[in-house]
Nanobody, 123 residues
């Protein structure tokens, strides 16, 4: 089983940027598709972005497209989420998750999850 640990969250002003990291251990991350999800207070967890094992193919939710960029460094066993143009609606706990299932953004298809990192955007 792969273990995932997120970092990089914090408090940022609206319009600012943050970069989240998802570091893997236990197994090499290169075989997995990795995604970021987020969960705001009182809301369901939602898909944010996904990247394939090669890093060539990425996918984003409409709410973050053009503002967030997902990338990976398989040599470092780490996936990143660069977030810019942040607004209050981006405030949430951000989770990274891994799956071997290609093309999925369903929470139930991701078997490995990190503990989450809090992102708070002040307006």
């Amino acid at each position: 089983q792969i273990q995932l640990v997120e970092s990089g969250g914090g408090l940022v002003q609206a319009g600012g940027s943050l970069r989240l990291s998802c570091a893997a251990s236990g197994r090499t991350l290169s075989s997995y598709i990795v995604a970021w999800f987020r969960q705001a207070p009182g809301k369901e967890r939602e898909f944010v972005a996904r990247i394939t094992w090669s890093g060539i193919s990425t996918s984003y939710s409409d709410s973050v497209k053009g503002r967030f960029t997902i990338s990976r460094d398989n040599a470092k066993n780490t996936v990143y989420l660069q977030m810019s143009g942040l607004n209050a609606e981006d405030t949430a706990v951000y989770y990274c998750a891994a799956t071997l299932r290609f093309g999925s953004s369903k929470i139930s298809d991701f078997g490995s999850w990190g503990q989450g990192t809090q992102v708070t955007v002040s307006s």
